[in-house]
């Protein structure tokens, strides 16, 4: 636990009533989750009566209190005392032709960026990094911004993020730490994270990449993205050789070709990549690198990072096509983003109609694009506007442009000029009731528009042959929606899923793939990003980039962890680290763990116990051996099984590939085919199963000792 | 401006957090920890049922399992539905029918030992919340992730009065059951149908509201339990050791964790002083990610002297109940017929009880003990400090609590001396066979009095022994002079105590 900070003194002045804070003496339990937590420090406890008493004059309304008490037993009335933010928005400037100017600002000044500073409460359990997908430490960074302390500010940013100045300008901070700021979960505003990051990232270099030592691993990263470039950082912090394969001429991915230079300029990402040369890091552009020739790529390497992105783009089922004047928006956005602003600049599109198909982020880039070309743009998406994909501010900022974006409308088909070029196109209206269904065309609503140019952005998908590699062989299904287990109580007791449950559940979900980023897909290879999990955003993929090489380095790079361990007493020098878990069914189960752990501590490992329901999937990286013992159920009309415990949260462990297993019930009777389910379970999820056993439960200890002589054997032999 | 450095090298130190960034940036303020064994040393009880060689590794695979609760709720909820089904299919006569038979010959009596010993025992098993919590849950046993029903929180302004709203839906019911003899019993369907209600109403609260507000907050029973349970010798779940709850991170019992549910009465294990508010689910023993509850036994009456935290409501709610429970003894009386039926003529109403007096009874009662504690407290010289604790009525109805409990016990025991044996007889009339034990009495009516004066007897020895402690305690500390608070405080509750006792005579020689 790191000393807690003092909020931030802020310069406004509050007249008028303030906050009041109601404690329900009947049932405040007194414990103290709210006054730990509290920004302000304006609970205490009282300790005659043991509940919660507060201060009025230091409460600053933000509700944490009330958002984090498991009983309800706090409750705040009254204003919230912060200053009113003033985010500025985009307003269309001058001509938008050949424009390159960056559409979003930034803070025009420090004493700007200070009183922004101002209104972080600098919560003791901050909502923000939860919501953040990389979990930038932002009461950190913002305390050091406060200081004028930029460089610190930079070097708290680059612990969690290589691409600050990026993330900076295209995240979406509303369903991301703004979202879920202390001030916009009391209903406030929120304090303007996203603008102070840029800030910090533009008026800062990034600390230099330097290795104490080398670790001497060799690692493949497929793909120079976001994803990549996360991954590539963080393995070379820890001292990794690191390869990148781009098929493309030039790193970047997504950043380059697919984010127009008025919302990313180049020259935000760029150093990223040129410090990473820098570093050592080897870039072989031009060298894409097959689905099927990543298995050869681990001959040469120690383990490989797949990072490839899903770039093919989504094609609808409609006639037209195959028409001269239909392009997918990579391609359309590649060509813009060279014209625009190039020297000598000749607007290609004037006077031509584009039609945009989509009305997602990349079909607003496309759809301004155009604009900037020269021509006008109309871009339809069949959904209904309040279910939309899209960002709602890059869909206004797009319409304040004068791009016509029109929902409850698709395309039926596109119709030839008789020469082959695309003349027109014919649209239908659509009704769409709910987020959870399709939208219904509306038969015979056709009206068809002249368009010069059709631009199909409705999405990417995993490119077929990654595709057909993850059902064959190696990337395995992506992470299910909701696949976890219960929510964690740390994030419970946050207040972020009382605040704002929706958005506490969209983060909960990422950082839950993020978590599963950390495991192996297979046999030393990694996947990360789009690939996975099909198309998502630049800072969630470089956050799985960052986590897969953590994962990597905790499974391969042996100093990585041990590093910090160290025999002691009588024992023999450490060997190895075992997580011994139990399925909870049983005080069997639990007794029979002890017994083989006390055992394997003999033997000079470092050995952690669990139940399955209370195991942090993280526990399972970097150690050498799992041992998982379950309780045998039965018999019963159902047959002999593992314990419906086991059978019910087995299925949420992370993949094992490669990770050496043993296994064994414990039987009053009989174990039935108990063992065999639970191997083959086992090696469903990857794992190498190296041993598997029987405890009964009248001759506990002695079963247990003899099976874990039996594990030790298998390690030995 | 003070402000402290941020440790920028905490995550590159510390290895094991480099995948958990979250953790890093949580810079929680430490929890006060000062006060704690002043609070609860009084109330910490010794002995942990679940670490008991004899049979604690039973009672740990018990409480563990998720179905304890479901197979104690089981044959009530059964029992209850036979009940239900009974008074309204059954036979007329109440005596022979299953329904009142057991509700009021022998539920109550039940009812009471086992609050007057285990405390809520009664709560783990009442087949009222235990429907409306498998419907709330979705399960009859499973830790279930999603509930069913609106899941709001009681309005603060309610929840605000505690078990005050217990206690004034009891004197409601009270009163129905008095104005139509239901309890007397009178017609079986009328048994049904209050048996009914209180499902109906209960059901609802579970789909309007969490947890078990219905029971915390709604339930008539609830005031009595809590009030009565307060001489129980189980303390209920608690802590096995108190720094482990502090620094919990993630208070799995009161949220819920993987294996149990958050506590459904709204208490915290780490600060639980008394037995009033545990439900004995085992709920926090299951999802305790530190193996820290235990189940507790405490010596008999440590939930009515030891608390420090007392509470008004509770306070409130024991001069209720004895306001009430006097009532019913005085109605009786030879006298109060009469009165009733003029007061009757004079309000139309139809019939006994009156509303005013029976309200008006209760209130006086109220008035009677306030104002005898403020005797107290002059005489005493008792200081005023604010605080629930320091609030001398709350103290005062503390130390009466036993004599309020045993007052209900011994008021229902002829019911269960004449009238007990029927129910097994009204269990096997349906099957034709007519045992010859029914109209057997177990006692006759003098002895029944002597057994009620004698469990009165004790009640008084309790409550002296309570207002003793109490006024040891508390008030000599605060008084000026104290020997005469201690004097007065126990004259006081010895006249209450005298009163109540001596009623059974003449209500003996009216009945």
New interface residues.
Partial sequence: ??????P??STNNFSGAGPIV?V????C?????C????PA?AL????????AVADNSLCVGCRQCSRTC????I?VEGPMMVAPSHPKHYEVSGPLLGQVAEVLPGFESFDELVKATERCLQC???TC??GCP??N????FI??AH?GDLE?AR??LS??SCLSATCSRVCDWNTQCQGSCSWTLAGGDAVEIGRIERYIADHTTAPAIDPASKNGLKVAVVGSGPGGLGATYELLKAGTQVTVFERDSEPGGVLRWGIPSYVLPGDAWRPTVEDLKKAGVEFRFNEGVDPESVNRLLDDFDAVILAAGAAQPTMPRIDGLDLAGVEDATSFLDKAKALIGSEGFKPTLTGKKVLVLGAGNTAMDVARSVLRLGGTSIAIDWMDERFARGRPDEIADARKEGVDVRFLTTVSKLIGDGSGHVASAELLSTTHTSADTLPTVNAGSGKQIDVDLVVLAMGYRVEEGWRSLSRSVSIGTPPKKGGY??I???W??SGFFAGKPSLAALSYEREHIR?ES?FPVSDRIWAIGDLRIGPSTVVASMSQGM?AA??LL?ELDKN??RD?MSSSGDRPTYVGSALIVHD?A??DAKEATAHISEALWGSGWEVKSA?I??L?D?EI?GTDLLVFGAYVQGPSLRGIHPSS?ART?FPTLPPLHGKKVATFVVHALTAGNALEELTQQFNAKGAQIIAAGQVRGRNLAQDSQKFASEVLHALYK | ????S???Q???DN??E?????L?????????Q???K??FTKTDPGIDLTENRLFG?FL??SL?NRKFQFLLILPNQIIFWIVIATGIFGVTDPGRNFGPAITWYLWFCVVFVLMAVIGRAWCAMCPFGGFGEWIQRRTFFQRT?KTLGLGK?LP?SW????LLISSIVFVILTFFEEFFNIAGPGVPIATSLLVLSIVSFATLSFLLF?RRTFCRYLCPLSSVVATAGAMGSVAGFRTKDRNV??SC????C??????GF?CPW???P??A?SNAFCGLCSECYKSC?SDNIGLFVQKPLTSVVAP??R?L?IGISVAILLGLVLFQQYNALSWFGPMDDWLNKLVKFPHYPNPIDYLGGIALAVLIIWLGVQGIQKAGGLRKIS???SSWFTAFAYAIIPITGLDYFARQLPKFFKHVTRVPSAVVSPLGIHLHIYGTRLLTDPRIVTVQVGLMGLGTALTLWSTYRIAKTDMQLNARRPKVALATAMTFAFAICLLASLLYIPMQAAS
């Avoid at chain 2, 890093?24 to 006060?32: G, M, N, V």
């Avoid at chain 2, 929840?159 to 505690?162: K, L, Q, Y």
């Fill in positions: 636990m790191v000393s807690i900070q003092t931030i003194e109601h329900l003496k009947d049932r339990a007194g414990c103290q989750e006054i730990i937590r509290c420090g205490t406890l009282d300790s005659e009566n043991w509940i498991p009983f309800s037993a409750y003791p359990d901050p990094v939860k990389t979990h430490d932002i009461p950190g305390r050091a200081d610190r070097e708290i612990l969690t287990r219960m964690d109580r740390r419970l007791g978590v950390a986590s953590r994962g905790a990585f962890w910090a909870g049983s005080e139940d329901a209370h942090d993280l990286l415990k949260q | 401006m003070a402000q402290k941020i440790d920028t905490v995550r590159s290895k094991s480099l995948n958990n960034p979250i890093s940036s949580i810079r929680l303020r430490e929890p006060q000062t006060g704690v002043e609070h590794r740990k695979k563990k992730q929180k603060e929840a605000g009065h505690g969490e709850c502090l991170k993630t208070k799995d009161m949220r819920g964790g993987e294996d958050g709204y208490t915290w780490g600060s002083d990610p420090t935290r509470r409501d605080g629930q604790k």
